[in-house]
């Protein structure tokens, strides 16, 4: 899970990365392939980030990804909806990136990241 915050992050830096109100911009619209898009919302991110390929439908990340990044969606009166926060005129740039990175500090390590805490 952490890797996918980290990805998602790594790509949403360039804030020619980011979207508001779409879930990508694709390079090749009969083409939808969310490892060839010009930018992404915070939703679109973390898709590309699980190397989901996107067919004519909406595929959302793993339900376990979402609910715990829910937990640092600051509440817009939606539930913590990342898709809200996103699109929020409101939502920065700078409030997306800040959202990740308390995901990734939470995120507990994996056996490859912190082997010693697993012996």
């Not at 694709?26 to 991110?45: E, I, Q």
């Not at 973390?46 to 793993?62: E, M, Q, T, V």
């Not at 937990?71 to 920065?92: E, M, R, S, V």
Request: proline share 4%; with cysteine; aromatic share 8%.
């Amino acid at each position: 899970m952490r890797d996918i915050f980290i990805n998602a992050r790594k790509w949403l830096a360039d804030p020619k990365h980011w979207v508001q109100g779409e879930l990508c911009v694709y390079d090749d619209v009969n083409n939808p392939d969310l490892r060839k898009v010009s930018c992404t919302c915070l939703m679109g991110a973390l898709d590309r980030a699980s190397s989901i390929k996107a067919n004519d439908a909406l595929i959302w990340a793993d339900y376990d990804v979402l609910a715990f990044l829910r937990k640092f969606i600051p509440n817009t009166g939606d539930g913590n909806d990342i898709a809200g926060f996103n699109d929020d005129t409101n939502t920065t740039h700078a409030d997306v990136l800040a959202v990740l990175d308390r995901a990734i500090a939470a995120c507990p390590l994996t056996e490859v990241e912190n082997p010693v805490a697993h012996h």
